[in-house]
């Protein structure tokens, strides 16, 4: 056996007993640092906060990473059901039967009865406040005629919306292996409900809500604790961790927040005031309302490049809507932009536009005019496809113009300089498509 070196007087075996240990207890330590800045399971845990204007991605981790929503689910089942209402298929006051199937799902429920029915509005509170299961497979049945083609109805909706990682199987969220979403997505989601629903997205902020006499808090704290909160939903199954999506306007600056895998509840929220919090530090309205000020106040209508069918100036809209379109989000921690829609009308009071800091790009590229929304929104697609290496990340502007009496989507992708906004008309002219590169008149600084 090797002889033990004493080193001073202690033995060396001792020596290195004792390193090891030291070395343990770092590692331990550092361990523990590390979990205490992690308000969640690694396993569970993603986060994404994006400015909704602008689009622009401020902090992400693991936002394309599978995620279970549980009752975040239920956002998809509201925003389904806001669409029939919207459409005519329903009113506020239809009744919404209740299932044997629906009255037996798991808690959190209101315990319905088979036989008893609920009015859409009612469903509407439950399923916002209570997270009511019950309520949200009844709400199923009544739309889809059974939960499963509902659950696909779901899914079909999310790739419209540009939710390409999401599949639903239910409309409560309840545990379900298939059933997974992404916090890009789920960002994606809320920005759709309150660009598409704006006169129902203020049931979000509902605090509680009374049912046969029993009042029901909502889960999510953050509309008491979080100063500008007015939405939207929270979750929980065990295999998901504590889930939240939040909407917070501050200096009219909007952020939404999106958390997968609390530990807790309070952990969670805590997490989600965290990184919010500092993403409006980071914001500087002052700035951004001295980029607008520089913002030209007309429209653009001389036209350098064109093609036979598009005339040669564009008229300026009589009357313009907004409505925002977000199909572009790509890799976690880089810049990123929404589709948004930005017009005459409101360049003086809102910082919508995206613009680069030395205001040097100035041409835009429109490549027509669509009596139908759903077509102007595949037409801008199809032209980033075309035209991927200019186009590929630039946000696709859609307004809504009157000419004559005829209502169109106008399509526009802006902030390009001239050899950008060509080099994108060459490309969609080489595959057949009409385009029209626009120069944009410049600020004075």
Known sequence: MAASHPINGVPSKIISVTARNMIWLFVMAFIALAGASTPANAAKYAAIVIEEDSGRVLFARNADSLRYPASLTKIMTLYLLFEDIAAGRLTLKSRIPVSKVAAGRSPSKLYLKPGQSISAEQAIYALVTKSANDVA????????????????????????LGMNRTTFRNASGL?????????????????????????????????????????????NKLLSQFDGTDGIKTGYINASGFNLVATVTRNNVRLIGVVFGGKTSRSRDAHMMDILERQFKRIKPAQARQQLAALPTKLPTS???????????????????????????????????????????SLTTTASLAITPDDQAHWSVQIGNFAQRVNAHKAAIRARRMADTVLGM????????????????????????????????????????????LRTPTSNG
């Open 175 to 219: 545990p379900h292996s298939s059933q997974r979403s992404t916090a890009r997505d789920m960002a994606r989601l809320a920005i759709a409900m309150r660009r598409d629903f704006p006169q129902y997205f203020k049931y979000f902020s509902t605090k509680s809500f009374n049912w046969n006499g029993r009042k029901f808090g909502n889960h």
């Open 394 to 437: 630039t946000p696709a502007n859609l307004t809504l113009v009157t000419r004559g009496e005829m209502p169109l989507w106008r399509v526009r992708f802006n902030d390009l300089d001239e050899g950008q906004a060509r080099s994108a008309c060459a490309a969609l002219f080489a595959e057949g498509s009409a385009c029209i590169a």
């Open 303 to 345: 036209a350098p490049t064109r093609v036979s069918d598009v005339p040669e100036t564009i008229p300026q809209p009589k009357q313009i809507t907004v409505k925002r379109l977000a199909d572009t989000m790509v890799a976690d921690d880089k810049p990123e932009f929404l589709d948004t829609v930005t017009t005459t009308a």
């Open 137 to 160: 497979t009844a709400v199923a049945e009544k739309l889809a005629g059974t939960e499963r083609a509902f659950a696909k109805r779901m899914t079909r909706k999310a790739r419209a």
